[in-house]
């Protein structure tokens, strides 16, 4: 069984930059593909970044440039997120390529 968790969201304005973390238990990270979604109320999760097991990253266009997906190669994932938008408001997940799931990180940004 995996278990993962987000931290790291909150207020922010624009502009500003926040640093997600997700800490995955039983399993190391470096051993599976690991992503980054996100999702508005009403909308469906988009995909956001993945970081391979043998750690290539790829990235949305919307985040191109601003946002950068990391693993300390142990048990926890990053997403660095810079230069944030209003429209980069949402509840973000990690997620195991195996099919795990953690309870999501709420970001907003706003003046």
């Known amino acids: 069984q995996v278990m993962l968790e987000e931290s790291g969201g909150g207020l922010v304005q624009p502009g500003g930059s926040l640093r997600l973390s997700c800490v995955a238990s039983g399993r190391l990270v470096s051993y599976v593909g690991m992503d980054w979604y996100r999702q508005v109320p009403g909308k469906e999760r988009e995909w956001v970044a993945v970081?391979?097991?043998?750690?290539?990253t790829r990235y949305a266009d919307f985040v191109k440039g601003r946002f950068t997906i990391s693993s300390d190669a142990v048990n926890t994932l990053f997403l660095q997120m810079n230069d944030l938008k209003p429209e980069d408001t949402a509840v973000y997940y990690c997620?195991?390529?195996?099919?795990?799931w953690g309870q999501g990180t709420q970001v907003t940004v706003s003046s």
């Open positions: 970081i391979t097991a043998g750690g290539a």
């Open positions: 997620h195991d390529r195996r099919g795990y």
